[in-house]
């Protein structure tokens, strides 16, 4: 198994910002992709980054410019800056990562417990 374990939510005003971290551990060979997701209520949950092991990165639209996703590959841990949030980015937000499993060598697509992000306006 897989265990992704998230830190770093909170309350925050708005303009502010939080960092998140994700670390992941268990039978895990390599991890290709790992990535944030995010979940307001009522709406589903969407993509916000992801960041490959060679460190390339995707973004939604919506957080283009404020916030930053890296990696630790060393650690197997995820990171996310999140810098002039917005009232809109509130949301529990979820740590995904893609990889392969020790000994049988076959896919996980393993999620985190989601950390809530607030932000005040």
């Known amino acids: 198994q897989v265990q992704l374990v998230e830190s770093g939510g909170g309350l925050v005003q708005a303009g502010g910002s939080l960092r998140l971290s994700c670390a992941a551990s268990?039978?895990?060979?390599?991890?290709?992709?790992m990535g944030w997701y995010r979940q307001a209520p009522g709406n589903q949950r969407e993509l916000v980054a992801t960041?490959?092991?060679?460190?390339?990165?995707n973004y939604a639209d919506s957080v283009k410019g404020r916030f930053t996703i890296s990696r630790d590959n060393a650690k197997n841990t995820v990171y996310l800056q999140m810098n002039s949030l917005k009232p809109e980015d509130t949301a529990v937000y979820y740590c995904?990562?893609?990889?392969?499993?020790?000994?049988?060598?076959?896919?996980?697509?393993?999620w985190g417990q989601g950390t809530l992000v607030t932000v005040s306006s």
């Open positions: 960041i490959t092991s060679g460190g390339s990165t």
């Open positions: 995904n990562a893609k990889g392969r499993y020790q000994k049988t060598i076959t896919m996980f697509d393993a």
């Open positions: 268990g039978s895990i060979f390599s991890i290709n992709a």
